[in-house]
């Protein structure tokens, strides 16, 4: 059996906003209501255009070709970014997210793009954000912090 690796297709996201992420990160660990979130490591922010999953190993090269031949047909995006909210929802979080606007449904479009060469489902819900934390063990209330 061949070496499995869990896959995802991602952009980084620009230096300007991962310090000011940074430094509200830091704020809000110390806050009491988000005690139950395990903060995610800054290096590795990112915005999730599509999850794929465990794929073989020896599969990845014709993976990255694909995204690359959707890379070079898309337009540079500027994103705006939006808010912080919860998966599955504020009340229930397991993940704490900052949210990217997306009103002209670019970066939606490419997502789509993506998932389509790679034979996923384009019509699947799509969100662009950025993991920030995610449930130690029993989902956070992250109402407040949201509002």
Do not use: N
Request: glycine fraction near 8%; include cysteine.
């Amino acid at each position: 059996m061949s070496e499995r690796w869990r896959c995802f297709v991602a952009v980084p996201i620009g230096p300007d906003l991962s310090a000011a992420l940074r430094t509200a990160v830091e704020r809000w660990r110390s806050r009491p209501d988000l005690e139950g979130l395990r903060w995610t490591d800054p290096d590795a922010w990112h915005l999730t255009l599509a999850f794929i999953g465990a794929v073989e190993a020896d599969t990845v090269d014709t993976l990255r070709a694909t995204i690359a031949g959707v890379a070079s047909t898309s337009e540079p995006l500027t994103l705006t970014t939006g808010g912080v909210g919860g998966f599955p929802s504020a009340r229930q979080g397991r993940v704490a997210w900052y949210g990217v606007a997306d009103p002209d449904s670019a970066l939606h479009a490419l997502a789509r793009r993506v998932r389509e060469r790679l034979g996923l489902d384009p019509a699947a819900p799509f969100r662009g954000h950025v993991t920030l934390g995610r449930a130690k063990r029993d989902p956070v209330d992250l109402r407040a912090w949201r509002d």
